[in-house]
Nanobody, 125 residues
Framework: QVQLVESGGGSVQPSGSLRLSCAAS????????IGWFRQTPGKEREGVSC????????YYADSVKGRFTISKDNTKNTVYLQMNSLKPEDTAVYYCAAARVCGFRWDARSLYNYWGQGTQVTVSS
């Protein structure tokens, strides 16, 4: 059974850091790209980052470039999202999702076959 499970969310003050994890089961990350998305109430789910099955290329939304870093550990079948210099506008539910590739349209939700249940990130003083 294919499953993606996010963890690592929580509450943090502005300029703080969090690391999200996305653990995959039922398939290997060597065959899939993983994207991170986020969503706030009343807004559409937006792409944050994507890492290809081979580890490259990697894509980031402009709003997180220089602050977030995506990585993967194939031995643990897990993808990470290191989030530094967090801002209140980063507050959202964060989801990971699996696709065969992440290319030019990496942030298109229709590209992704499997989704996790999400983890809440709250940035507030």
């Amino acid at each position: 059974q294919v499953q993606l499970v996010e963890s690592g969310g929580g509450s943090v003050q502005p300029s703080g850091s969090l690391r999200l994890s996305c653990a995959a089961s039922g398939f290997t990350l060597r065959d899939y790209a993983i994207g991170w998305f986020r969503q706030t109430p009343g807004k559409e789910r937006e792409g944050v980052s994507c890492i290809s099955s081979s580890g490259a290329p990697i894509y980031y939304a402009d709003s997180v470039k220089g602050r977030f870093t995506i990585s993967k550990d194939n031995t643990k079948n897990t993808v990470y999202l290191q989030m530094n210099s967090l801002k209140p506008e980063d507050t959202a539910v964060y989801y990971c999702a699996a696709a065969r590739v992440c290319g030019f349209r990496w942030d298109a939700r229709s590209l992704y076959n499997y989704w996790g249940q999400g983890t809440q990130v709250t940035v507030s003083s």
